[in-house]
């Protein structure tokens, strides 16, 4: 019954996706609003399906149906409850399955607030665009990824669970979803710029539409992001938190077009300038979201954060290569009027820094993408098994990081249009001064390593500057107001949330990036031989070796180390990391245990367990300013929830009932009407 449930509400996915694409088809074509309003309602049809395909494997999940094949894999009776409604997305068809729920709704939420613009053509194309990505998505798990697949023969009695390293940390249960939020969120801005370049209304109309959405997206994707590095942080237990993998890389290169395009919307709706770009990346950031999906779900690469090897490649890569003709075609077309009015009129101006912003992401997102993509394809071609890693990657990333770094502490600075020396001295002098200082303090008493030290400079030249442009605007809205300064400070950043939400995601950025920095120049690794009572002391900390704990449940065994930590004779606790072995995996699984703290973190493993002498070989890890990484994200995610904000001014209008603003539009070219 649950697999004929599914079945159905693939199937009623399937029709509702075509038919709703038909009719907003014919209803363009004919300038037919009712036709239109029919093909909305589909949207709504498409939901429900994904709703009950989705509802109809949680209940297979959660009630143990071992005759669906996906949950004979991926589940078993002994999996604690939160793993078994994890399972969803632990392998390739459900994590398909959870795609298509999070585009339904996007594509309902986009259906719903436009719901008074349908006679807009844009509109109308926008959702044709969204239910077609849609369609393909039903119809290839119908044909090619079906979760509901029954077992050959009799159901087992019970299943193989899913992979350890996915039922052995709380974060699976965040860290995938909030990755498909982004990812399948930049379907939303995709849709719309094509629909811009058929309808030829190419300016800046489309952005208003989609600047929330394409917020949502990237915050989601941030997340989704940071909470996998902390997910390979405390559990796959190498005390690293980014390896530059294929799959890692997958997520973070749309994350980079997504970052270009969200800095340089702001030129294109001030100036009217980056039109080509803006599509372009917008296009671009849609395209790596398939490739991502890819490289992740089709068995290419090995990747510890991958699924097993599938016969959907091929689907996916037709699907990309359908998208990136249609993309290139559709600029092509419109080439000779994507010309924009505006241009730039001084090299010193946050136009032209903006510019130089994007051309540093997307550098940076090609160095990244050739990493990646290079390998497979020497393999592809020639049979050569090729391997790109850290240091192709640190060697190529930081000067450009140290680029981006210097960029966001003067961009945000400098005036429109030009900057005269005045105004950069009273601007970026303080700044500069104090990031200087900083370097001079880091080259002296901490490090000589370039990178470090200019990283630590530039973070402080952007976190001066953007407590000085603060302090002015809450001190001039203070005088203005008569208000106390906290009064003053919220008004000042509820009356300009993109601007204050911007400041707030930088801080998190320059967070992480003292972190990353740090790393590459503190800290200390070292494997000892430890008998019981020994103790060993590394970069200041004391670890004892107390003796081991055997825990057994249904889901695993677990063998633990207690480790006492002191520090200058004082204790820090003791701390237990384990290696568990699951009972349908010939492989053991280690859990680190981490003390997290401001400055630094001890990262304690279990390298080998004790011997038939009693020794034991414990892994050591002193990491500098780890707790900074996810202190940043938190901070990004935060200034996303602000940026998302409306203004007060809007708010008050919108409550008083007053007209609002009308969203920018372009003339619409004859016979693209509804």
Known sequence: ?????????????????????????????????????????????????????????????????????????NNARSTPVLFTITGLWAALEGSILLWVLILAGYIAFTARRFRSRLEDPMVAWALLVALSVALFFFV????????????????????RGPNPLLQNHPLMAFHPPMLYLGYVGFTIPFAFAVAALITGRF????????????????????????????????????????????????????????????????????????????????????????????????????????FTQSSIGPWLLTFLGVVVVICLALIAWRADKLHAPGRIDSPVSREAAFLANNLLFTGLAFVVLLG??????????????????????????????????????????????????????????????????VMLVTLVFLTRTLATVLAFGLATFAIVAIFRETTLAVRSRRTADHAGWLKAFTGTVRGNPRRYGGFLVHIGVVCIAVALASAGSFGARQEVRLRRGDSVVVSGYKVKYVGTRTERSAQKTSVSADLALSKGGKS??????????????????GTPSVRTGLLEDVYLTIVSS?????????GIAVNSMTLWIWLGGGLMALGTIVAIGPTVRRRLQVRAGAPQPPVPTEPVPEGAGV
């Open 140 to 159: 290839f798990m119908a044909v090619a990824a079906n979760p509901f697949k029954l077992v050959d023969g009799t159901a087992p009695i019970d299943g």
């Open 372 to 437: 990646t993509v290079f390998p497979l394809v020497a393999e592809a071609v020639r049979g050569n098994q090729l391997s790109v890693g850290e240091p192709y990657f640190a060697r190529m990333t930081t000067p450009i990081g140290l680029g981006l770094l210097f960029l966001m502490a003067v961009a945000p600075a400098l005036p429109w249009r030009a900057a005269s020396g005045d105004v950069l001295r009273r601007r970026l002098l303080v700044p500069a001064y104090s990031g200087a200082v």
């Open 610 to 618: 004790p011997n038939a002498t009693g020794r034991i070989t414990v």
């Open 572 to 589: 820090l606790g003791t701390y237990a990391p384990a290696v568990s072995t699951f009972p349908n995996s010939n492989s053991a699984i």
């Open 1 to 73: 019954m649950r697999a004929a449930l599914g079945i159905l509400g693939i199937a009623l996915g399937v029709g509702a996706s075509a038919v709703g694409v038909l009719l907003l088809a014919l209803g363009i074509a004919r300038k037919d609003v009712e036709l239109v309003r029919a093909g909305r309602r589909c949207v709504f049809v498409v939901l429900a399906a994904a709703v009950i395909a989705v509802g109809a494997m949680e209940w297979a999940l959660l009630t143990h149906d071992f005759s669906i094949k996906y949950v004979a894999d």
């Open 203 to 306: 300016g800046e109309g489309w952005l208003a539409d989609t600047r929330r959405t394409t917020l949502v997206a990237w915050g989601f994707l941030t997340v989704g992001i940071i909470l996998g590095a902390w997910w390979s942080y405390e559990v796959l237990g190498w005390g690293g938190y980014w390896g530059w993998d294929p799959v890692e890389n997958a997520s973070l290169l749309p994350w980079l077009t997504g970052t270009a395009f969200i800095h340089s919307v702001i030129v294109q709706e001030r100036r009217g300038m980056l039109r080509v770009w803006n599509l372009s990346l917008v296009l671009a950031t849609f395209c790596l979201t398939i490739l991502g999906t890819f490289l992740t779900r089709s068995g290419v690469v090995n990747s510890v954060h991958a």
